[in-house]
């Protein structure tokens, strides 16, 4: 590792991954109804929530048969080592073809996922597969969320400043679909089999190298936490599996709260281009709202969430690959909402 020029902190590349097995979404509400009408009385008055979600297809790790059989912890966990490993290597793969690097030449793995729990965890398990180095530093970070995507990207960032010149790979991987309860159903898990797909994206980043003049600037992330809002989102850890945690608050509070925040986080921000996780349609609505964007204007994270639906951590990332890739320039600034209750943030130059 040769640090030539000290220079900012640039990622060199950003790439996407789904896993093969595709929900539309009319398919979903045909086997939700099949298997939740007569368990859940209030099925019917939430079906709407599946219309209305802005989605049209999802992907998951496993086949739609899979979820009509009950599953605990331990089915939970194989189809996640299985499914998220896959993910994993597909979008880190792609990720270092883009920068024209090999997993050999990483020096630090930053790993964000909280829909399983595997220890090693995913870079370990991968590491043969990917060809990382024994000496590969690893960095897993659990509990995110959907506040990951951001969150992990400026955990890396803050990486490459420390060790100039150094390799920095990011992975954000989640298998939200393996959540699907039978044995527990409340509001909240009806809006998440809903929203929630899965998919995995990787990032790599450096600092200190004057070959990467070219590269999109990364500046430092900052985050948000407001107090007494636990329960507006994240698991609660039960005896079948993680039970999810999603309040019906979310859309307004956005609404009511963002932007203070922001204000007081970056006084003086100039943003070209939000970068917005969209967490459900009507929280890509709330955003347009506070952020005072014409309605629209998020049109990217409409894309994303009508294509692959909510996948926690990675979402942002995918939306952030179709703004870079639409030729985005200027000042943008990614920000997602996350357990906590956590506004992250963190803002992006483009030359």
């Given at each position: 590792m040769t640090t030539?020029?000290?220079?900012?902190?640039r990622l060199l590349s950003l790439a996407t991954a789904v896993p093969p097995e595709v929900l539309v979404q009319e398919d979903v509400i045909r086997e939700s109804r099949a298997l939740l009408g007569q368990r859940f009385a209030q099925f019917d008055r939430l079906a709407p929530a599946f219309e209305n979600a802005g989605i049209d297809t999802r992907h998951s790790v496993v086949p739609l048969d899979w979820f009509r059989q009950p599953h605990g912890?331990?089915?939970r966990t194989r189809a996640y080592a299985a499914g998220a490993s896959r993910l994993f290597c597909e979008a880190a793969g792609l990720a270092l073809t883009q920068a024209g690097l090999t997993a050999g030449q990483v020096d630090v793995v930053v790993t964000v996922s909280s829909t399983g729990i595997v220890t090693p965890t995913l870079e370990a398990l991968t590491a043969g597969t990917m060809g990382f180095r024994t000496d590969v530093m690893r960095v897993p970070v659990f509990?995110?969320?959907?506040?990951g995507g951001v969150s992990g990207l400026a955990i890396a960032r803050d990486l490459a400043v420390a060790r100039p010149g150094a390799v920095v790979l990011m992975v954000a991987v989640e298998t939200c679909t393996l959540?699907?309860?039978?044995?527990?159903l409340t509001?909240?898990?009806?809006?998440?089999?809903a929203l929630f797909g899965d998919g995995a994206a990787a990032a790599v980043l450096r600092a200190g190298h004057e070959g990467d003049g070219d590269k999109p600037e990364i500046g430092p992330?900052?985050?948000?936490m407001w107090p007494d809002t636990l329960g507006i989102m994240g698991w609660t850890v039960e005896e079948t599996g993680l039970g999810v945690v999603f309040d019906r608050s979310i859309p307004a509070f956005a609404e009511a709260e963002l932007r203070a925040a922001l204000d007081a986080m970056v006084p003086d921000r100039t943003v070209d281009r939000h970068v917005c996780h969209p967490g459900g349609a009507k929280v890509i609505t709330a955003l347009e709202s506070t952020l005072d964007l014409a309605p629209g204007t998020l049109d990217a994270e409409r894309q994303v969430l009508a294509r692959c639906g909510n996948m926690s951590a990675p979402t942002v990332l995918f939306v952030l690959e179709a703004v870079l890739q639409s030729g985005q320039r200027g000042d943008l600034l990614a920000m997602a909402l996350g357990p906590g209750f956590t506004l992250s943030i963190l803002p992006i130059r483009v030359a």
């Open positions: 030539q020029t000290l220079g900012p902190p912890w331990t089915d509990g995110l969320g959907c506040a959540l699907f309860r039978l044995d527990r509001k909240a898990d009806i809006i998440a089999t992330g900052r985050q948000h």
